[in-house]
């Protein structure tokens, strides 16, 4: 299993006016890539890959759940946890909500 690489570092990326997004789950693109911005029931919002982290299925959105096609993982809306399969976790990444705006810290990439 490959995990973001964070050795160069985090951007901050802008996602928009927290105001625009009006229901959660819902499927971003940021940077050309396809991620899901969810909001746990504890109100903390998160930017999700929709990269599988099995074996890089593209995750999709269910009525109840998160589901990679691959081979069947099912995974949570709110954490990204597996839950039908191994321990596993959707690569998850910190959103900030800061005067209405939301952003997210993303690997740097390479340099
Ligand atoms: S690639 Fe997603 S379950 Fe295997």
């Known amino acids: 299993m490959v995990y973001p690489d964070f050795s160069n570092g985090v951007k901050e990326v802008d996602l928009g006016p927290k105001?625009?997004?009006t229901k959660f789950p819902v499927e971003v693109e940021v940077e050309g890539f396809d991620f899901f911005l969810a909001q746990g029931k504890d109100g903390v919002?998160?930017?999700m890959s929709s990269l599988c982290p099995h074996s890089w299925g593209t995750v999709y959105l269910?009525?109840?759940c998160f589901m990679c096609p691959s081979?069947?993982?099912r995974f949570e809306?709110?954490?990204g946890n597996c839950i039908n399969g191994p321990i596993a976790q959707m690569f998850t990444f910190e959103?900030?909500?800061r005067?209405?705006?939301l952003y997210a810290s993303l690997p740097e990439g390479k340099k």
């Open 77 to 79: 809306y709110y954490t």
């Open 71 to 73: 081979h069947g993982w």
């Open 19 to 21: 105001d625009s997004f």
């Open 99 to 101: 005067d209405g705006h």
């Open 62 to 64: 269910e009525d109840t």
């Open 45 to 47: 919002l998160r930017l």
């Open 95 to 97: 959103v900030t909500d």
